[in-house]
């Protein structure tokens, strides 16, 4: 059985993951000038009332994201 690839939207507050890579061009542009690089850990801090944005967490500083971004960042889960 295959498993669909994990997307940082998916994640739930207080998981972090480490990036793997990105699905969508305009993402990938916008991530990397934040210094969130493929191997970058991390964290999901908030989730908005209704659900979007998030905000991560990284060593560079907290980063908020709209569900739609997020959804483009794969990722796997780390303990």
Not at 13 to 21: L, N
Not at 52 to 58: E, K, L, N, Q
């Given at each position: 059985m295959k498993f669909p690839p994990l997307t940082l939207d998916l994640l739930q507050?207080?998981?972090?993951?480490?990036?793997?890579?990105f699905e969508d061009d305009v993402v990938e542009e916008k991530m990397l000038e934040m210094g969130c690089l493929p191997g970058s850990i991390v964290e999901l801090e908030k989730?908005?009332?209704l659900g979007?944005?998030?905000?991560?967490?990284?060593s560079?500083?907290?980063l908020a994201l709209r569900k739609d971004e997020a959804?483009?960042?794969r990722v796997i889960l780390i303990n």
């Open positions: 507050k207080g998981t972090k993951a480490s990036v793997q890579g989730i908005a009332p979007d944005p998030i905000i991560i967490s990284m560079e500083g907290n959804r483009h960042i």
